[in-house]
C-alpha cells in the first residue's frame, strides 16, 4: 500500500500572538480509547500509510505507547505533529509542570508541538482558568512547546482567558461532526483568530450509518466515513478520526482527491441538531 501524506495544513498562531505562523497538518489520528497494549501498532501503522499528525492526552494514558512508535519511526522529527493534553487533576501550577514533564517523559520528545488544556473544570473548586492558562504561557516560554491552546472550551472560558492575559490559544479542540457542528463556538474562533479543531469527528462511529451520509458516500464513490472527513476538511476544521484499523487508517486519510459540492455540504450542515456523543464541557468537574 503506498503512504497518503495528507498534504494539507492549516495555519496557526502561536498562542504568543506572533505573526509567523506554524503549519498543523488539517488531518492527524485521534487515539481516545486507543489502549495502552495497542496504541504503539495503531500509531505505527498511521504513520506507515502517511500520517503526520498525533493527537493524544495523558488522560488517555496511552502517551508511553505513542512514544514508543514515534521512537521507532523513521519519519523524520520536523515532518511531524504531535499534540497532548494537560489532565484534568493537574491544574495547579506546580502539577501542571510535573505532569508536562510526565508528559514529555512517556512521549520521548525535546518540543511537544501543542499543549492543550483538555478541559476548562471551570466550575471545580479551587481551580482558577486563568491560572492554569499562565502556566500554559509558562511553558510555552521556556520553549518546549511550540503552540498552546484549550480543549472543549465555552465562549465565557475563551473570553476570561484572552481577557486577563492577551494571549489567545492557538487552537480549541471541541466535539464536532455533522450533528454537532458548534457555529457559534466556530465563529467566535474565525473572530479571535483561533483554529477550530474536531474530536470524535465521525460522531464516535455513529454517523457511518446517517442515510444523508450514506447516500452522498454512494453518490461520489467514497465511504461514508470519508464523505464526514471531507465534511471537515472542507469547512476548514482541523480534524483528527481514530481507527485502530490499518486500512481504515488509510481510507479515512485518502481523501484529498475527493471533493463534496455546494449541495452536498448544505445537506451534511442541516444534520446538525446539537447532539453530543461525549460529555458537556460543564459535566466535567476533579
Ligand atoms: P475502529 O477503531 O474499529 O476502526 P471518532 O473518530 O468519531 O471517535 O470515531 C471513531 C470510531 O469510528 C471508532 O469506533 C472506529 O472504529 C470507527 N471508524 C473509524 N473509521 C472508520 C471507517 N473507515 N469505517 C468504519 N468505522 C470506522
Do not use: C
Not at 497532548?84 to 501550577?93: E, M
Not at 465562549?155 to 476570561?160: A, C, G, K, N, Q
Amino acid at each position: 500500500m503506498s503512504a497518503i501524506v495528507p498534504a494539507s495544513t492549516v495555519p496557526l498562531i502561536r498562542g504568543t500572538n506572533e505573526p509567523a505562523p506554524l503549519h498543523m497538518p488539517q488531518l492527524g489520528l485521534g487515539t481516545y480509547k486507543i489502549g495502552a497494549g495497542q496504541v504503539e501498532r495503531v500509531v505505527r501503522d498511521a504513520l506507515d500509510v502517511g500520517y503526520r499528525h498525533i493527537d493524544t492526552a495523558q488522560m488517555y494514558g496511552n502517551e508511553a505507547g505513542v512514544g514508543a512508535a514515534l521512537a521507532s519511526s523513521r519519519v523524520p522529527r520536523d515532518h511531524l505533529w504531535v499534540t497532548s493534553k494537560l489532565d484534568n487533576p493537574n491544574h495547579r501550577r506546580e502539577d501542571a509542570l510535573r505532569s508536562f514533564e510526565a508528559t514529555m517523559r512517556d512521549l520521548r520528545l525535546d518540543v511537544l508541538d501543542l499543549f492543550l488544556v483538555h478541559w476548562p473544570m471551570a466550575d471545580s473548586p479551587g481551580i482558577d482558568l486563568v491560572d492554569t492558562w499562565r502556566t500554559m504561557i509558562e511553558i510555552l516560554h521556556s520553549g518546549r512547546v511550540r503552540a498552546i491552546g484549550v480543549s472543549n472550551f465555552q465562549p465565557e472560558h475563551l473570553r476570561r482567558i484572552v481577557g486577563a492575559t492577551d494571549v489567545v490559544p492557538a487552537v480549541n479542540q471541541i466535539e464536532l461532526h455533522p450533528w454537532l457542528t458548534q457555529s457559534e463556538l466556530r465563529a467566535m474562533h474565525a473572530q479571535m483568530g483561533i483554529v477550530t479543531q474536531s474530536w470524535s469527528p465521525l460522531g464516535r462511529g455513529r454517523l457511518l450509518a446517517e442515510p444523508t451520509v450514506v447516500e452522498i458516500a454512494e453518490a461520489v464513490g467514497a465511504s461514508p466515513a470519508q464523505v464526514i472527513i471531507r465534511w471537515h476538511l472542507q469547512n476548514s476544521l482541523v480534524v483528527i478520526p481514530k481507527s485502530t484499523h490499518r486500512e481504515r487508517l488509510a481510507a479515512n486519510a485518502d481523501v484529498f482527491g475527493i471533493t463534496l459540492d455546494d449541495t452536498q455540504m448544505a445537506a451534511l450542515n442541516a444534520l446538525d441538531q446539537g447532539l453530543r456523543t461525549g460529555s458537556h464541557p460543564d459535566q466535567i468537574q476533579v
